[in-house]
């Protein structure tokens, strides 16, 4: 039972366009909403997180919206380059120290 | 790379035989995972541990065991491979509660079973 949803499943942007992913929740005690960033061949690795008490959070050219009251939240990528050219996976914390991730996103960004 | 190490980083074995793959870290971290990584689902939570011989299952535990007997390694066993447990297995590492959300992953292990 996937309890982080996220879409699209894949996404196809221009150099400099602001590729957006989005993910919704269901289970209000989530405490952490991380989101992960892979590159082929290689393990996932943490980019940006946010609480829920916070509406937006960023970190260079990502930026994470949160919606606790539409349980939704999405990570915004300005001025992307194609060194972006990745998988993201949103996620999010529960009790018990564990993460359940979303199903990701590939992303690819064009020269 | 948080000294995070998964062996084998590849294998193949046929339906039936046992499977152990294993994580080691360098770090004392506390906490330490195993995920699978399959098109369309993400990343799945198998087994975790908060603990020397402490563990715990995760949402996709049926067809696994775990052990934990020293701080720096935590093992997965498939005790009998089946198909559907082709997939490449991830371990990662937190160092402490409330910070879990940040974990750092191993390289992976490419299991395919045939």
């Known amino acids: 039972q996937q309890q982080v949803k996220q879409s699209p499943q894949s996404l196809i942007v221009q150099k400099g366009g602001i590729p957006i992913i989005n993910c919704a929740y269901e289970?209000?005690?989530?405490?952490?909403f991380p989101w992960y960033q892979q590159f082929p061949g290689k393990g996932p690795a943490l980019l940006i997180a946010?609480?829920?008490?916070?509406s937006e959070k960023k970190e260079g050219r990502f930026t994470i919206s949160f919606n606790k009251s539409a349980k939704q939240f999405s990570l915004h990528i300005m001025d992307s380059q194609p060194g972006d050219s990745a998988t993201y996976f949103c996620?999010?914390?529960?009790?018990?120290?564990?993460?359940?991730f979303g199903e990701g996103t590939q992303l690819t960004v064009n020269p | 790379d948080a000294g995070i190490t998964q062996s084998p980083r590849h294998k193949v074995t046929e339906t039936g035989t046992p499977v152990t793959l294993r994580c080691h870290q360098t770090e004392n971290h506390r906490y330490m995972y195993w995920y699978r990584q399959d098109p369309g689902h993400g990343l799945r939570l198998i087994h975790y541990?908060?603990?020397?011989?402490?563990?715990d299952k995760g949402e996709v535990s049926d067809g696994y065991s775990v052990s934990r007997s020293k701080t720096e390694d935590f093992l997965l066993t498939l005790e009998s491979a089946t198909s559907s447990q082709t997939s490449v297995y991830f371990c990662a590492i937190s160092w402490a509660e409330g910070r879990s959300y940040e974990q750092y992953f191993g390289p992976g292990t490419r299991l395919t079973v045939t």
């Open positions: 946010i609480r829920p008490d916070v």
């Open positions: 996620a999010a914390e529960t009790s018990g120290s564990r993460l359940t």
């Open positions: 541990s908060y603990g020397v011989k402490d563990t």
């Open positions: 289970n209000t005690a989530f405490d952490y």
